[in-house]
């Protein structure tokens, strides 16, 4: 059913709704430490006969700090997200708004700078994997809690923070409320001419990049063949049998690539792999693979990395499950990547594409030269961390307002927008109270599992 909410209404339900938040959660938790072994467990578990020392390193990556541990743990918040007993639901959703195309696992370490297919150096989401159907709010939700708790770890006060994350809100409706209308969403980007600070910094340092430093970072040529260096804790050689498994996958993957945007064969001839070690947080423990391909010609110098990842259920499946039915991605977790991508981004890698090796599904893309990851430790003031999370918003709102009709009218008829800005129905103040008292509710959640996550790392429970 519809819920269609007045404004009286829903500014109504905003004030109870705070009033429950703020009467003490926000300020104490409660511990639930062996709920939170038990998950961790149970969701880590079926890597660990594969790449039980990529769990390990996950583990100890998790320990580093509670905004750590919140990038390693998804499925805890899409747990809790489907509790909605404990963590309601928003008041500014309807059916339309309940199936967005979500990045997930929105968090300020899944954005980034790079050279999207038309060489524009842009600010954009780099991180696909958990891409699914769900309330515009959970993607909301999820990057307010890593504002506060990345903030906090960088020394932001606690009034502060919490003007982050309304204005983190407020960018994201008032940028969507932009696109209502018209069709600006299709050519919206974030580049060096309209961004400063960090994030123009980070453009700037993915554009000034080259291939050649790419390839002298991970590989060789010796005998005029350029081959994969093994880099303990980065970079491992695959076995000859591992090689050819994965060979026998590319013209799957080739195929899986669309006929317009697909290259000569030879361009994707298979040249060496390695097995990528200690890459990312909550991915870590799945198989992730570079591949050496020929590209545009037989000279070494150009030629390509691909990055291969091993995919699983969306952790967002948790709280929607079937609410993006298997078929729309081929029943293949590779390809939801792979679509979650194009849907909200222009200009995509057309080198993406997706492949099935051993029975499992793998995500592949390149493996840039010209990319940048965003680094919140360079966010060292208010003013910098303020700036960073209103492009942000900006961001989230163009990849909502790309993935409904813009991408493919047969699986989201209407225009997100629309729907999206009509449903706020000009209470952004609402929505922002809204969301910054679930932020603060469950950031203090996180904190307390971390800490109980800590002491149970430490007193040797087994967690994978």
């Known amino acids: 059913m519809r819920l269609t909410t007045t404004l009286a209404a829903s500014m109504a339900l905003t004030a109870l709704f705070t009033t429950t938040l703020l009467s003490g959660p926000a300020e104490a938790a409660s511990s639930r430490k062996s709920w939170v072994v038990q998950e ?67 968090h300020m370490q899944n954005m980034g700078g790079f050279r999207d297919a038309n060489s524009n150096a842009v600010f954009d989401t780099n991180d696909f994997d958990e891409s699914y159907w769900g309330s515009y709010t959970w993607d909301l939700r999820r990057m307010a809690v890593a504002i506060l708790l990345a903030a906090e770890e960088k020394g932001i006060s606690s009034t502060n923070r919490q003007t982050l994350v309304k204005n983190f ?4 409706a008032t940028q969507m409320a932009s696109f209502k209308g018209n069709d600006t969403e299709l050519s919206y980007r974030l580049t060096t001419s309209n961004t400063n600070g960090v ?10 990049k ?40 590319m013209p799957g993957y080739i195929s899986s690539i669309a006929s317009s945007k697909r290259k000569s064969n030879s361009y994707y001839l298979l040249k060496d792999a390695a097995l990528r070690l200690g890459s990312g947080t909550g991915s870590l423990g799945r198989y992730r693979y570079y591949l050496l391909i020929d590209g545009p010609s037989t000279a070494t110098s150009d030629d390509v990395i691909l990055e291969m990842k091993q995919e699983t259920d969306s952790a967002v499946s948790i709280a929607a ?20 991508m194009k849907a909200m981004l222009t200009n995509t890698d057309v080198l993406a ?32 961390f303020n700036d960073a999370v209103k492009y942000m918003g900006k961001i989230m709102a163009k990849n909502h307002a790309l993935a409904d009709k813009d991408y493919d009218a047969t699986l989201i008829p209407y225009s997100m927008d629309k729907e999206i800005t009509d449903v706020i129905n000009g209470d952004v103040s609402g929505l922002k109270t809204e969301t910054l008292n679930y932020a603060l509710s469950y950031a203090s959640q996180v904190k307390q599992d971390y800490a109980d996550f800590v002491s149970a790392k430490n007193s040797g429970a087994v967690l994978y």
């Open 210 to 249: 080259t291939r050649s430093n790419l390839l002298a970072k991970y590989t060789a040529v010796s005998s005029g063949r350029r081959y994969f260096l093994t880099l303990s804790g980065s970079l491992q050689p695959v076995s000859s049998s591992a090689f050819s498994t994965i060979n026998a996958a």
């Open 353 to 384: 594409g997706y492949a099935t090796v051993n029975g499992l599904p793998f995500f592949l893309f390149e493996r840039s030269p010209y990319q940048e990851d965003f680094d919140y430790a360079l966010l060292t003031s208010y003013t910098k």
């Open 321 to 340: 499950s079937g609410n993006m039915p298997a078929w729309v991605y081929d029943y293949h977790n590779g390809a939801r990547a792979v679509k979650g």
């Open 199 to 208: 994030v123009k910094d980070t453009i700037q340092a993915a554009d000034g």
């Open 40 to 106: 961790i467990y149970s969701y880590n578990h079926p890597f660990a006969v594969n790449l039980p020392r990529e769990l390990a390193t996950k583990m100890t990556k998790m320990a580093a700090s509670a905004f750590s541990f919140y990038r390693g743990t998804a499925h805890l918040f899409y747990t809790d997200t489907k509790n909605t007993v404990s963590w309601p639901t928003s008041w500014y959703t309807n059916t339309y708004t309940n199936g967005v195309w979500l990045g997930g696992d929105m």
């Open 169 to 172: 809100v407020d960018s994201y």
